[in-house]
């Protein structure tokens, strides 16, 4: 997921209103980088379903992006 947010901040700075969406590795530990990036849609399978408390990371992760 790191090596695309170049990408992500590309796209962000050139389509201001664009939604842009990271898809994989998306973890509660990594998904500031990914909202400071400019991501403002994630998809997240295994940062929910295999962290402790699945609400808790759907939580920290709205609540990012």
């Given at each position: 997921?790191?090596?695309?947010?170049?990408?992500?901040?590309?796209l962000?700075?050139?389509?201001?209103?664009?939604?842009?969406?990271?898809?994989?590795?998306?973890?509660?530990d990594?998904?500031?980088?990914?909202?400071?990036?400019?991501?403002?849609?994630?998809?997240?399978?295994?940062?929910?379903?295999?962290?402790?408390?699945?609400?808790?990371?759907?939580?920290?992760?709205?609540?990012s992006?």
């Amino acid at each position: 997921m790191i090596s695309t947010m170049d990408k992500v901040r590309f796209l962000r700075n050139k389509y201001h209103n664009l939604n842009i969406q990271v898809d994989g590795g998306v973890k509660c530990d990594n998904i500031d980088i990914a909202a400071e990036a400019g991501a403002n849609v994630i998809v997240s399978g295994t940062g929910i379903f295999n962290h402790k408390d699945p609400t808790f990371a759907i939580q920290v992760m709205r609540e990012s992006v």
